[in-house]
């Protein structure tokens, strides 16, 4: 398996990714606007690859400005779960965004999504903030947020 960054004809295959029921994909167009900040140099994307069949098995994407950047998305596909592609991702994102000069990267998570929070925390990511009722649901209430950061030094 191997990680590379995001490339336009992956956009098709990713699209498809979501996270549970009430999390949409991203949509093809907040895909291409990820291409366009790569180039610009605002924005990381890899995607973890197959070897064999060519497959994605996973993305990640985070945005950065200066010395700081944000996760904006981590999907493994359903059937790749739990097989450490998240973990490859976070790990290859982390190295690449402290080499453009990132010293603290953000992120944000559902507290019922327990399989991120654990990566994350196993990764040194801290907690640092709650978000009352950020997400909206399905049912019509709504989820908090935790916010954990990652000092890259």
């Known amino acids: 398996m191997s990680i590379r960054a995001l490339a336009k004809l992956d956009i098709v295959d990713i699209q498809n990714f979501s996270l549970a029921p009430n999390d949409p994909s991203?949509?093809?167009?907040?895909?291409?606007?990820?291409?366009?900040?790569?180039?610009?140099?605002?924005?990381?994307?890899?995607?973890?690859?197959?070897?064999?069949?060519?497959?994605?098995?996973?993305?990640?994407?985070?945005?950065?400005?200066?010395?700081?950047?944000?996760?904006?998305?981590?999907?493994?596909?359903?059937?790749?779960?739990?097989?450490?592609?998240?973990?490859?991702?976070?790990q290859v994102l982390t190295k690449d965004l402290a080499c453009h000069g990132v010293e603290n990267i953000f992120l944000e998570v559902r507290p019922s999504n327990q399989a991120a929070v654990s990566l994350y925390q196993s990764a040194g990511f801290v907690l640092m903030q709650k978000r009352r009722g950020y997400y909206p649901l399905v049912s019509g209430l709504r989820e908090d947020a935790w916010v954990f950061s990652l000092k890259c030094l």
Request: net charge negative; proline share 0%; charged share 20%.
């Open 26 to 90: 991203w949509s093809k167009g907040a895909l291409e606007d990820v291409l366009n900040g790569m180039r610009q140099g605002t924005y990381l994307a890899h995607v973890r690859v197959d070897d064999i069949t060519g497959r994605i098995m996973g993305y990640v994407v985070a945005s950065y400005l200066f010395e700081q950047a944000d996760v904006q998305n981590i999907i493994v596909s359903q059937a790749d779960r739990g097989q450490g592609v998240g973990r490859a991702l976070l």
